[in-house]
């Protein structure tokens, strides 16, 4: 993403509630994609979600519409389950499961509100005579009848706002008050499968010590990039990227991401009150003095039973002079299955050099898995009880980290080709 002019510094102003701990900043909004690049999200059709029956029904579908699909795009999940679990009679044993695991209390009135809110978007999708079209509730009052129909195109490769931005109506709750606001997407498939992208970005500015930073994060991603202050900026790696609990340098200081709120509306960081047992060494020595699953940081610990032999795996078991690469993948995951060949490929002819561990998230036959792609490298099953992984912020599939022989994190989220490369031109 280029061309953020300097005049950002006076058109976005940063917005401090200050207590003598922690500080929350609210970002602004912007129509462009941001620091993730162009990125999109494909999702499942709604009749296949768990959730399914918190969604929203929705009426007026074309009745000319052949191949019909309903997909609910949830932009404020708690919201939903708190305010679904206040307008049921009676409390599902699901929906029951659902509080205590997002960790949702049913009488907190500062962060949800009973009101039924706008907290997804509802897409119909359906082929008529001239092609594939779909239609987004725009203004959400679940109803298709008000809103326009617009053909199906192929995933954008412009980091610009469509030229029709579809618009999207949306409400959160924020210290004890009901917040209206909108959002832009952008609808698009490819060989069948529904994508959404979002083309805005949060963005604001903060001096410290005579320099200035942005904070910036893309709509619906996680994690936020925290960066020196420049006229422009393109797409930023993974490695720049702190999620919430990781680590992130202003100067010589640092500062930790407690929390992302309201996808990035507002931040919270703790500052170097807070840390001041790392601030004099986390710069110079972090690999020794702080462990986090973020690049530059001491990889947490890794244990588990290799099923392939039996023996249990431990990062301490690994040769010094070795590099290590963790995949976490699932026996689900497409982009996963199609790059293990690949990376058994790698794992052979640079066996002397990485050792190779996968964490996979059991869901078909693994056995089957590792027999087609005739995997010999450690292969350790998430769901066992023996698995150490916790601390290892695990958000999608494949997630990879590669360790250097001291076990600090050198790179996150490398595919077969990245990795290869770095490996031909780094340690050869």
Not at 58 to 75: A, G, M, Q, S, T
Not at 221 to 233: D, L, T
Not at 340 to 354: E, F, G, M, Q, S
Request: hydrophobic share 35%; charged share 25%.
């Amino acid at each position: 993403m280029k061309k953020i002019v300097l005049l950002i510094y006076t058109i976005f102003n940063l917005t401090l509630l200050f207590s003598q701990e922690k500080t929350i900043i609210e970002l602004q909004k912007i129509d462009s994609y941001g620091p993730h690049g162009i990125t999109s999200f494909g999702i499942s059709e709604k009749r296949d979600s768990e959730r399914r029956d918190l969604y929203p029904a929705v009426k007026n579908i074309p009745e000319n519409w052949n191949d019909v699909r309903e997909y609910y795009y949830e932009l404020n999940p708690k919201q939903l389950i708190y305010q679904s679990a206040h307008l049921l009679d009676t409390m599902s044993s699901s929906l029951a499961k659902l509080l205590e695991t997002e960790g949702i209390d049913l009488k907190d009135s500062v962060n949800y509100t009973e009101e039924p809110l706008a907290c997804g978007i509802n897409v119909v999708m359906g082929r008529d005579s001239m092609g594939m079209h779909y239609i987004i509730d725009r203004n959400q009052n679940n109803d298709f009848g008000d809103d326009v129909v617009r053909p199906v195109v192929g995933r954008t490769t412009s980091s610009s706002v469509p030229n029709n931005p579809d618009y999207v109506f949306y409400q959160y709750c924020y210290d004890g008050k009901v917040h209206n606001d909108t959002l832009i997407i952008s609808v698009s498939e490819i060989n069948n499968n529904v994508f959404f992208s979002f083309p805005q970005f949060y963005l604001s500015t903060l001096k410290y010590k005579n320099n200035t930073y942005y904070f910036c994060k893309n709509i619906r991603n996680r994690g936020v990039f925290v960066m020196p202050a420049i006229p422009y900026f393109s797409a930023l790696p993974p490695e720049k990227r702190v999620l919430e609990g990781q680590y992130f340098n202003l100067g010589e200081d640092t500062f930790k991401l407690s929390r992302i709120l309201y996808d990035g509306k507002f931040i919270e960081i703790e500052g170097a009150d807070i840390l001041t047992d790392t601030i004099k060494t986390v710069k110079e020595n972090r690999n020794v003095h702080q462990s986090s699953d973020q690049a530059g940081f001491l990889a947490p610990a890794v244990s588990g039973r290799d099923v392939l032999n039996g023996d249990m795996w431990t990062l301490d078991s690994v040769d010094k002079d070795k590099l290590i690469f963790i995949y976490f993948w699932s026996t689900t995951c497409g982009p996963c299955l199609q790059d293990l060949p690949n990376l058994t490929r790698i794992a052979n002819n640079y066996k002397d050099k990485v050792e190779f561990v996968g964490i996979c998230d059991v869901r078909t036959d693994l056995n089957a898995v590792l027999n087609k792609h005739n995997i010999n490298w450690t292969m350790i099953k998430l769901q066992d009880a023996e698995t150490d992984v916790n601390k290892y912020n695990i958000y999608k599939y494949p997630s990879s980290y590669l360790l250097n022989n001291e076990r600090v994190i050198q790179r996150v989220d490398m595919r077969s080709a990245q990795l290869e490369v770095f490996i031909i031109e780094n340690i050869l």
